[in-house]
């Protein structure tokens, strides 16, 4: 059993920058930080390997936004840069089944309680 704990969110300006932390219990393998805007379904913002060396995003937020882990800590990081009004969100830490990175977020079987991140313009 693996519980996710997210923090870090808040209220940000536009173009401001935010980092969210997931704190990890329990054995993870690959992780991923998800999304869900209003009116809208659950989005991939990034994903990584549990070894950390291979990471994946939404084109949306490439090169603005660094998905991280360590291990030691077990603690999953997301650092967001260059935010925009339209990434108001609820963001969500998971914990894959695979120890290579999934986009699909099927392939994720456990999720932390989710982080409010609200962008002003």
């Known amino acids: 059993q693996v519980q996710l704990v997210e923090s870090g969110g808040g209220l940000v300006q536009a173009g401001g920058s935010l980092r969210l932390s997931c704190a990890a219990s329990?054995?993870?393998?690959?992780m991923g930080w998800f999304r869900r805007a209003p009116g809208k379904e659950r989005e991939l913002v990034g994903a990584?390997?549990?070894?950390?060396?291979?990471?994946d995003y939404a084109d949306s937020v490439k090169g603005r936004f660094t998905i991280s882990r360590d291990n030691v800590k077990n603690t999953l990081y997301l650092q967001m840069n260059s935010l925009k009004p339209e990434e108001t969100a609820v963001y969500y830490c998971?914990?894959?089944?695979?120890?290579?990175?999934?986009?699909?977020?099927?392939?994720?079987?456990?999720w932390g309680q989710g982080t409010q991140v609200t962008v002003s313009s």
């Open positions: 329990g054995r993870t393998l690959s």
């Open positions: 998971a914990a894959g089944r695979t120890v290579e990175l999934t986009t699909n977020k099927d392939m994720y079987d456990y």
């Open positions: 990584i390997t549990w070894s950390g060396g291979t990471t």
